[in-house]
């Protein structure tokens, strides 16, 4: 199977994570902004094959954004406490 380009730059999966999750956030929100407009532009057109790529992208990207919300474990716990309770195997 060829590998094929993302349909708009920003949307690229093989460019680089940013390292701080304001700025991956950032990628990701114009990479799914990016992708709507294409979106919009190949349902205008009736492109079908494109569209469907391009929906298929747009869930990536959607996943990451998901992925990427969720808090880190240390920032979330009060006094920096494990997340977990403790469990007892009996």
């Known amino acids: 199977m060829p590998i094929r380009r993302p349909l708009t730059p920003s949307a690229d999966p093989a460019g680089e994570i940013p390292a701080t999750s304001g700025a991956r956030l950032d990628r990701i929100d114009a990479a799914l902004v990016s ?28 996943f990451l954004r998901a992925l990427f919300s969720i808090p880190d474990a240390k920032r ?8 977990w309770p403790s469990a007892t195997i009996r």
């Open 35 to 62: 992708l709507g407009a294409e979106q919009h532009r190949l349902e205008r057109i009736g492109l079908e094959i494109p569209l469907a790529r391009c929906h298929t992208q747009k869930r990536y990207w959607m």
């Open 76 to 83: 979330s716990t009060p006094c920096g406490g494990s997340p």
